[in-house]
């Protein structure tokens, strides 16, 4: 398996779990999410964007990093494009450091439907700020290692069928979900995790850490 990390511009809280994630992974900054290395202490093997949200104090140890330079007009983002570089490079598994928050709450929507989409071509995707992560459900069934009282959502981006949540608060047993309803929001994980989906498209988001270990 191909590891890679991709530091995007969202927020960064930097976390025992987050240092555990990015570990022993090869890494590339998306513009202004050079920061992100500063902070987790990793040095990407590429930085590329326009470059036209550069932070003002610059760690200098990367001011000579291998650089892929793009014209402020073009049709991809910079966190796609690190992401395509990374597959270019052979990977198969991705943490998306940075992935929440941050000015453009459309550049973060991309994020979490772009990991979607890479999920359903085969390759595994965590999306994460530290404080909350995120990781993309396929039909089938996926467990998960939260401590019991994490609060989670499933996000549907789409009518959802068969979709059971057990380890729960508030277990489902196969309901179907329509597209906009609240009814997967806020629960709290009771045991062990694990849920299910039959058809459609959707992530779990998680809050792993209690206040005392940001």
Known sequence: MTRFTILLGGELFRTPRLDRQVAGRRVIAADAGIRH??????????????????????DQRFASLPR???????????????????????ATSL???????????????????????????GTEV??????????????????FDYADGTLFSVLAFSELSGLSEAGAKWPLNNV????????????????????SLGSGRALL??????????
């Open 37 to 58: 290395a500063t902070t987790l202490e990793l040095t990407p093997e590429l930085w590329l964007g326009d470059f036209d949200s550069v932070p003002t104090d610059l």
């Open 68 to 90: 892929e330079t793009f014209p402020q007009d073009k049709d991809k983002t910079d966190g796609e494009l690190a992401i395509a570089a990374a597959l270019d490079r052979g």
């Open 95 to 121: 943490v998306l450091v940075g992935a929440f928050g941050g000015p453009r709450a459309d550049h973060a929507f991309l994020h979490l439907a772009l990991a979607l989409r890479l999920a359903e071509a």
């Open 126 to 143: 965590l999306l994460t700020s530290g404080r909350q992560e995120a990781h993309p459900l396929l039909p089938g069934t996926k467990s």
């Open 176 to 195: 179907d979900v329509p597209f906009g309803s609240s009814l997967t929001l806020s629960n709290e994980v009771r045991g062990t995790l694990r849920v």
């Open 205 to 214: 988001l998680a809050h792993p850490f209690p206040a005392s270990d940001f």
